[in-house]
C-alpha cells in the first residue's frame, strides 16, 4: 500500500508541548488530581456553549434508543435546579466533535499511564446562580463507588468549565490524597449523591480521613478557560453554590484506560450493581457489556 495513513490520534508539536510533564503525571499520581494547561481555544469552549444552548433548546442529533434506569436527564419541567444530562457525547454530534479531541485524550492517557483512553460518560452540568437551592452542591463523593461494574481502578474524569471557573461559582474541590485512601468498610457507597445525605456523606468524607490518619485538605480547582482539570476515580471532591451571577457550565468527560472491561459487582445486601450502559451497549462474546462499544464509549486517544 502506497497512500499514507495518517493517525488520528497524532498531535502536533505545539499540542505535544501541552502534555503534562513526567513531574505532573507524579503529581497527579501522589495528589490524585490535575490542572491542565490550555487544552481548548476559546472559540472551542465558545462552540460548547452555543452547542450546549441548542441542546437545552431541544436540538439532540440522536436519542438513546431507550431510557436506561440511572439515567440524569435535566428537561425544561424540571425548572430551575442543577442540570445534568448523561450521554451528551451521544446526543450532540457538535459536542461529541470538540470533546474528542485527541490531545484531550492523549493527557489522559499520560496521567492514567494507560495505551489507550475511551470515553466512559459525559455528563453536560449546569449549575445556576442560585445560592439558596440546594441541587446546586455536590456533596463528597468518589466517582469509582458508581463504577463499580468497571475491572479498571485507573479510570479519571476531565472537568471542562466552559468560562474561567473559581471558588465563587462553585468550582470542582478536590480532597487532596484521597484517591489513595482504604475506606470505612460497610458502606453502600455504589448509590448516587443525588440520592444521599449531604451531611451523611460529609460525615463519611471524615470518618474515612480518620480511618486512615489523614487530614482532609479541601482544594478548589481555579480553572482558566481552556484548562481542564482531572481527577483520579478514587479522588474525593465535590462543589458549593455558584455565588456568581451567571450560570456555572460544564462538560464533566468521564473516561477508561483501554484495558477497563466489565466485572460483576454485588452490592453489600447480594444484588448485583448495573451501569446505564449495561443496557445500551454491544455484548462481549461472553455475553458481558462491551465498554470498548464505540457507539458509547468512543475511543479519544490511543498510542
Ligand atoms: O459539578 C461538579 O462540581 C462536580 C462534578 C463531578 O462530580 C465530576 O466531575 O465527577
Ligand atoms: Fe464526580
Same mark, same amino acid.
Not at 443525588?194 to 490518619?213: C, I, T
Given at each position: 500500500?502506497?497512500?499514507?495513513?495518517?493517525?488520528?490520534?497524532?498531535?502536533?508539536?505545539?499540542?505535544?508541548?501541552?502534555?503534562?510533564?513526567?513531574?505532573?503525571?507524579?503529581?497527579?499520581?501522589?495528589?490524585?488530581?490535575?490542572?491542565?494547561?490550555?487544552?481548548?481555544?476559546?472559540?472551542?469552549?465558545?462552540?460548547?456553549?452555543?452547542?450546549?444552548?441548542?441542546?437545552?433548546?431541544?436540538?439532540?442529533?440522536?436519542?438513546?434508543?431507550?431510557?436506561?434506569?440511572?439515567?440524569?436527564?435535566?428537561?425544561?419541567?424540571?425548572?430551575?435546579?442543577? =442540570?445534568?444530562?448523561?450521554?451528551?457525547?451521544?446526543?450532540?454530534?457538535?459536542?461529541?466533535?470538540?470533546?474528542?479531541?485527541?490531545?484531550?485524550?492523549?493527557?489522559?492517557?499520560?496521567?492514567?499511564?494507560?495505551?489507550?483512553?475511551?470515553?466512559?460518560?459525559?455528563?453536560?452540568?449546569?449549575?445556576?446562580?442560585?445560592?439558596?437551592?440546594?441541587?446546586?452542591?455536590?456533596?463528597?463523593?468518589?466517582?469509582?463507588?458508581?463504577?463499580?461494574?468497571?475491572?479498571?481502578?485507573?479510570?479519571?474524569?476531565?472537568?471542562?468549565?466552559?468560562?474561567?471557573?473559581?471558588?465563587?461559582?462553585?468550582?470542582?474541590?478536590?480532597?487532596?490524597?484521597?484517591?489513595?485512601?482504604?475506606?470505612?468498610?460497610?458502606?453502600?457507597?455504589?448509590?448516587?449523591?443525588?440520592?444521599?445525605?449531604?451531611?451523611?456523606?460529609?460525615?463519611?468524607?471524615?470518618?474515612?480521613?480518620?480511618?486512615?490518619?489523614?487530614?482532609?485538605?479541601?482544594?478548589?480547582?481555579?480553572?482558566?478557560?481552556?484548562?481542564?482539570?482531572?481527577?483520579?476515580?478514587?479522588?474525593?471532591?465535590?462543589?458549593?453554590?455558584?455565588?456568581?451571577?451567571?450560570?456555572?457550565?460544564?462538560?464533566?468527560?468521564?473516561?477508561?484506560?483501554?484495558?477497563? =472491561?466489565?466485572?460483576?459487582?454485588?452490592?453489600?445486601?447480594?444484588?448485583?450493581?448495573?451501569?446505564?450502559?449495561?443496557?445500551?451497549? =454491544?455484548?462481549?462474546?461472553?455475553?458481558?457489556?462491551?465498554?470498548?462499544?464505540?457507539?458509547?464509549?468512543?475511543?479519544?486517544?490511543?498510542?
Amino acid at each position: 500500500m502506497t497512500a499514507e495513513l495518517t493517525d488520528q490520534f497524532a498531535l502536533t508539536e505545539a499540542e505535544r508541548a501541552l502534555l503534562p510533564t513526567d513531574d505532573e503525571v507524579a503529581q497527579y499520581a501522589a495528589h490524585g488530581w490535575y490542572l491542565s494547561r490550555k487544552l481548548f481555544t476559546d472559540s472551542e469552549i465558545d462552540a460548547l456553549v452555543e452547542a450546549t444552548e441548542r441542546f437545552y433548546a431541544g436540538h439532540t442529533d440522536r436519542r438513546l434508543p431507550l431510557r436506561p434506569p440511572n439515567l440524569a436527564y435535566w428537561t425544561p419541567e424540571k425548572g430551575d435546579v442543577q =442540570r445534568h444530562n448523561d450521554y451528551i457525547h451521544y446526543e450532540s454530534d457538535e459536542v461529541a466533535a470538540i470533546l474528542r479531541k485527541p490531545l484531550l485524550g492523549a493527557v489522559a492517557a499520560r496521567l492514567a499511564q494507560a495505551d489507550e483512553i475511551r470515553v466512559w460518560q459525559s455528563t453536560l452540568i449546569f449549575k445556576p446562580p442560585r445560592p439558596e437551592e440546594a441541587s446546586n452542591q455536590v456533596p463528597w463523593h468518589m466517582d469509582r463507588h458508581y463504577w463499580q461494574t468497571c475491572a479498571s481502578e485507573r479510570m479519571l474524569t476531565a472537568f471542562i468549565p466552559f468560562h474561567d471557573c473559581d471558588e465563587r461559582m462553585g468550582t470542582i474541590t478536590m480532597v487532596d490524597g484521597s484517591h489513595a485512601w482504604t475506606e470505612v468498610p460497610g458502606d453502600d457507597s455504589t448509590r448516587h449523591f443525588a440520592q444521599r445525605d449531604r451531611a451523611e456523606l460529609e460525615e463519611l468524607l471524615a470518618a474515612n480521613a480518620a480511618h486512615n490518619g489523614a487530614e482532609v485538605r479541601k482544594v478548589p480547582m481555579i480553572i482558566p478557560k481552556g484548562h481542564v482539570s482531572f481527577h483520579h476515580c478514587r479522588t474525593y471532591h465535590g462543589s458549593g453554590a455558584n455565588l456568581a451571577d451567571v450560570p456555572r457550565r460544564a462538560v464533566s468527560l468521564h473516561l477508561q484506560d483501554g484495558d477497563n =472491561r466489565f466485572r460483576p459487582f454485588l452490592k453489600p445486601d447480594g444484588t448485583p450493581v448495573f451501569y446505564n450502559h449495561d443496557v445500551l451497549v =454491544r455484548r462481549t462474546e461472553d455475553g458481558l457489556p462491551d465498554y470498548a462499544d464505540q457507539n458509547y464509549c468512543p475511543t479519544l486517544w490511543r498510542k
